[in-house]
């Protein structure tokens, strides 16, 4: 690991400068409008949810899809009470991760548990995480279309393991410690969807799904890509990760998702604040990883798992040509 790292020196200088900065402005402090926006969200959600059966067609998929942006806010706020930047309160914390998180029927405790570990290995194969390189070797085209445009990635590598941490998977990820927590959170998230299916009946819920999944494709959209096509097996975080500097509008709809480079140097920073990390970062140097379009990055992705695919049967095809001169 020394091996790895160690050719990344002015990296990790410009990556400490960049912390020392947003530590020295403040950046890591809660606004008024941040711990606002969670309550915003969810009103933009159960407002669509509400509004969606009594309007036109083209009304209802429109807000359906304001649902679905919804969603994908939620996470991110649920994600930064995980690292503690949602407030200055843990419980707070804890709190309003376990309520963003249950709208997406993830686990908040054990998403923590995951996340902590994807950050403590970010670029090596103890990342618990679907970025790991173990699992990147893997991904091609169909296991992309698979993952991100069923989309099947985050229930199978987020939800589904959020879940069983709490009965001894993966136990040096989920440690006994916060095995109880996601326990607890288990009925409450039953419980939470129980009444939610009462208070709107079967057709509301069956809206609300539809935000969902919606909005689960467009979460995973924003964050399957920001380990893929980078350096491995470095724990440099302007090398191993990837940044999207969508502009504010998307910024605004993504929870500033795309900022993944700027999240990885100062996780300690809340979302909205992600634009201010993004320049600074970029005058004192910027990243290896750094795009403007999700759109471009998929169809980058696509090209280089052609690229691969291609090159696989090609070296095949020589390799079986001696063998078959040799018969």
């Not at 990296?11 to 809660?30: D, G, I, K, M, S």
């Not at 819920?205 to 909005?215: D, I, N, Q, R, S």
Request: proline residues 5%.
């Amino acid at each position: 690991m020394l091996e790895a790292t160690d050719r990344h020196g002015d990296c990790r200088t410009r990556t400490a400068a960049v912390a020392e900065e947003c530590a020295r402005r403040n950046l890591h402090v809660p606004t008024g409008a941040g711990l606002a926006a969670p309550f915003v969200a969810v009103a933009v959600l159960y407002g669509a949810v509400l509004l969606a059966p009594h309007a036109p067609a083209s009304l209802a998929a429109a807000l359906v899809l304001a649902g679905g942006f919804a969603h994908v806010v939620m996470a991110f706020i649920g994600h930064d009470a995980g690292h503690g930047c949602y407030s200055r309160i843990p419980l707070a914390n804890d709190a309003m991760g376990l309520w963003m998180f249950i709208h997406s029927f993830t686990n908040y405790f054990g998403f923590r548990a995951m996340h902590r570990g994807h950050h403590r290995y970010t670029g090596f194969d103890q990342d618990p995480s679907g970025d790991s390189p173990k699992h990147a070797r893997r991904v091609g085209i169909l296991t992309h279309t698979f993952l991100v445009f069923l989309p099947l990635g985050f229930p199978l590598l987020v939800i589904v393991p959020s879940w069983l941490g709490g009965f001894g998977f993966q136990p040096e990820v989920y440690k006994a410690s916060e095995r109880w927590r996601i326990r607890a959170a288990m009925p409450v998230i039953g419980a939470y969807h129980y009444l939610l299916w009462l208070a709107l009946g079967t057709g509301g819920y069956g809206w609300f799904l539809a935000t969902y999944a919606l909005g689960l494709w467009l979460t995973t959209l924003v964050l399957s890509l920001s380990h893929a096509g980078v350096e491995m097996y470095t724990d440099c975080k302007l090398c191993n990760t990837r940044t999207v500097a969508s502009g504010p509008v998307v910024g605004v709809l993504t929870a500033n998702g795309g900022y993944h480079v700027e999240h990885h140097i100062v996780p300690q920073v809340p979302w909205y604040r992600m634009p201010q990390v993004h320049r600074i970062l970029r005058e004192m140097g910027g990243s290896t990883h750094c795009t403007s379009s999700f759109v471009r990055l998929h169809l980058e992705a696509y090209a280089r798992y052609w690229r691969r695919a291609l090159e696989s049967v090609l070296t095949s095809g020589v390799a079986a040509r001696p063998a078959a001169s040799g018969q």
